[in-house]
Structures are given as structure tokens and as C-alpha cells.
């Protein structure tokens, strides 16, 4: 006689929820996000046991309640369209141009023989310095805000441009010119798609760099934006909103830096398809 099996494929197994648990638990993603939690619960108890001062390091819960209360009736929304219109405003101007630079600069030695001068002459000086001198060029309003956003991301995008192109298949654009491409065609069908993951990178970058410079340009000149919401809450000891603004540009880069992730996953589907 057969004997009956300890377990039924119909009855849970002991246990098995807490494995899938501790797997889950496991995983890369939970794990980068139970750290967080564990840092934020660790400055609670902290502040708490040490009693610190709320001008010096105040807690986690009355930061998320001064945030909650700046976008309720402090015009932290308000200030946040601002900076996402400067920085994504100055973004879209050095996109159009880096990429248009970096393809010229790959297929024209002469065009590339020039502007590499410039651009290892300007690439490394800290853009930051700029602010002055656009500040007397430009003023304060509009125009200095895109120009210095748009000198973050420019460089960084022209030079992925350009070692994107270069790393090309010599065999791909050959196989196009027998096939009787046209220059435009090469770019537009073998160079550009095989450049993507270069590019983007360059994008993400730039873009990172577009960010830290308008909120720099925004505490030193600007009344609206991000930049200048944390420098007036420094100057009046505001401590709980200066650290609700720094969540809110941590969050912001989160959000694009996720973004960038999933657009650069179905371009490069778009590629290679």
C-alpha cells in the first residue's frame, strides 16, 4: 500500500509565505528602498533621544508636514514649474545643438579640428563662474536662466555625440554608401541609431548638470524657483522647509532618473529593431 504524501500540490506548504518573503526582501530594489526607510527611522529616534535642536537637524515627520504645508498654501508649486521650465527649457535648446555638433564634428575634420579647441578650453572651466558674466550680458530674467540651464547640458552631449558616432561599424556605413544612402540617410539610419546609447548618455549628464546650475543661478539672483525658495528659507532659519526643498530635488531626480532609464530601454528596443 502506498504511502500518502506528506504534502498536496492543492495545500500551502509551511512556511512558504515566509520564504517569499524573505525573498522579496532580497531583492536589489527592496532592499535600496528598506535602507531608506531605515536611515529616516534612525534620524527620528535620533533627534528625539538627543533632543537636537529643530534649527540645526529637525525631524523627518516635520519635514514631510512643513513640505505638505509649502505645497498647500506656500506656492512650492509654483516655485517647482519654474525650475522644471528653466531647466527643461535650457535642456531642449543644448539637445538640438549638442547632437547637431557632435554629428558635425565626426563627419567633418575640419569643423572638428576647430571646435575641439573650444570645447577643451570651455568643458572644464566650472560653469558656475559663467553666472556673473551672463548676469552683465543678459540681466536676470529669462534668457540668463535658458543660457546657463542650457550650458550645463550642451557639452556633455556633444562629446557622447561624438565618441557615439565614432564607435559606429565602419561595415554598416560602407554597406549603406553600396546601397547608394545619401549622407543624410547614413546619419539618419546607421549613425544615429547606433550612437543612442552614447547619446543618452550624454543626456543623462547634461541634464543632472542643467539642474544644479539653475537652482545655483536661482539662489543668487532669482525670486521664483526652487533655488530661491531654499535661500530664503536659509536666510530666516527655516530649517524644516530648507530640508522640504531638498526633498523635493531629490525626488526630482529620482523621477528623471527613472525616466531616462525606461526611455533609454525602448530606445534602445527602437534600435536595434
Known amino acids: 500500500m502506498l504511502e500518502r504524501p506528506l504534502t498536496d500540490a492543492s495545500t500551502p506548504v509551511a512556511g512558504s509565505g515566509w520564504r517569499r518573503l524573505a525573498t522579496w526582501l532580497g531583492e536589489p530594489k527592496t532592499l535600496g528602498w528598506l535602507a531608506v526607510a531605515a536611515v529616516l527611522i534612525g534620524w527620528e529616534l535620533v533627534v528625539i533621544v538627543f533632543g537636537f535642536n529643530p534649527i540645526y537637524l529637525p525631524r523627518p515627520t516635520r519635514i514631510v508636514l512643513a513640505l505638505i504645508e509649502m505645497f498647500r498654501n506656500g506656492g512650492l508649486t509654483t516655485d517647482l514649474l519654474y525650475t522644471l ?15 547637431a555638433i557632435g554629428i558635425w564634428m565626426a563627419i567633418s575634420e575640419r569643423f572638428n579640428a576647430i571646435a575641439d579647441n573650444f570645447i577643451a578650453a570651455l568643458y572644464p ?26 550650458l550645463g547640458a550642451v557639452f556633455p552631449i556633444v562629446l557622447n555625440t561624438l565618441l557615439g558616432i565614432r564607435q559606429c561599424d565602419p561595415g554598416l556605413v560602407l554597406a549603406a554608401r553600396d546601397l547608394g544612402a545619401t ?41 521664483l524657483g526652487l533655488g530661491a525658495r531654499l535661500y530664503l528659507a536659509g536666510q530666516v532659519l527655516e530649517t524644516e522647509q530648507v530640508f522640504a526643498v531638498l526633498i523635493v530635488l531629490a525626488t526630482l531626480g529620482i523621477v528623471i532618473t527613472k525616466t531616462q532609464d525606461a526611455i533609454d530601454v525602448w530606445l534602445n528596443r527602437w534600435r536595434v529593431a
Open 85 to 99: 521650465g528653466r531647466v527643461f527649457g535650457g535642456f531642449a535648446i543644448a539637445l538640438v545643438f549638442g547632437v
Open 183 to 223: 549622407r543624410g540617410q547614413i546619419i539618419r539610419m546607421v549613425l544615429l541609431p547606433g550612437a543612442v546609447p552614447s547619446i543618452f548618455a550624454g543626456i543623462r549628464l547634461g541634464l543632472g548638470v542643467s539642474i544644479i546650475l539653475v537652482v545655483a543661478a536661482e539662489m543668487v539672483v532669482g525670486k
Open 125 to 150: 572651466l566650472p560653469k558656475v563662474t559663467l553666472i556673473p558674466l551672463l548676469i552683465i550680458w543678459l540681466g536676470t530674467g529669462g534668457p540668463f536662466m535658458l543660457t546657463i540651464s542650457a
